[in-house]
């Protein structure tokens, strides 16, 4: 079955700084990879997604691109505001057929 | 987000118990979810149905139980068979009939605790 590795497990960076998470996939076939984003005590929400026909795409200050090729697939936020501070998901599936995979999280901090 | 409620908001259950949480959602999804969630662990899945009086076990459905009677509803039983059952589970619902998007939204949660 797939398998989800995400890292780093925190990431603090200062305001206005990049942040950048990674995700690699195990199983060639998935085609779905969305990012959820999940504030203490909270529900989590989806933040954006993609799907294995681009490579790239964009929402404001978030990004996620996806390399088919070696498995992985990022998400970047830039211009970093103390709201972005919450645990970060990534997930795999192939779409329409199989449950999400989750990654462990990323608690991300962003310092003032 | 706001289509899909969980009760109770806390639940506290004393040994031996079985407790359900329940799950219900209005979006027309087809496919719901229970995901168990500890610190550090991310969301493991419990059980999941892709269509009404139709389920299967995900990762760790062991000491738990489902029924998917009706499309909105999905409740489930922690029984006294968890031997760990304290964390915050969270119910979740995707595919919209007709559709094959796999686009999951998740309900508030209820935090269960063993006393």
């Known amino acids: 079955g797939e398998n989800v590795e995400q890292h780093p497990s925190t990431l603090s960076v200062q305001e206005g700084d990049s942040a950048v998470i990674k995700c690699t996939y195990s199983d060639s076939a998935s085609n779905y990879f969305p990012w959820y984003k999940q504030e203490l005590g909270k529900r989590p929400q989806l933040i954006i997604d993609i799907r294995s026909n681009v490579g790239e795409k964009k929402d404001q200050r978030i990004a996620v691109t996806l390399n088919k090729t070696a498995k992985h697939f990022s998400l970047h936020i830039t211009e970093t505001q103390p709201e972005d501070s919450a645990v970060y998901f990534c997930a795999a599936s192939i779409e329409g057929n199989t449950p999400l995979v989750f990654g462990k999280g990323t608690r991300l901090s962003v310092i003032a | 987000d706001g289509g899909i409620t969980q009760s109770p908001k806390y639940l506290f259950r004393k040994e031996g118990q079985n407790v359900t949480l329940s799950c219900e959602q209005n979006?027309?999804?087809?496919?719901m979810y229970w995901y168990r969630q500890d610190p550090g662990q991310g969301l493991r899945l419990i059980y999941y149905s892709q269509i009404v009086n139709d389920f299967q076990k995900g990762d760790i459905a062991e000491g738990y139980s489902v029924s998917r009677e009706k499309k909105e509803s999905f409740p489930l039983t922690v029984t006294s068979a968890q031997k760990n059952p304290t964390a915050f589970y969270l119910c979740?619902?995707?595919?919209?009939?007709?559709?094959?998007?796999?686009?999951?939204?998740f309900g508030p949660g209820t935090r269960l605790t063993v006393l």
């Open positions: 979740a619902s995707s595919t919209p009939s007709g559709s094959r998007l796999d686009t999951q939204y």
């Open positions: 979006l027309n999804h087809d496919a």
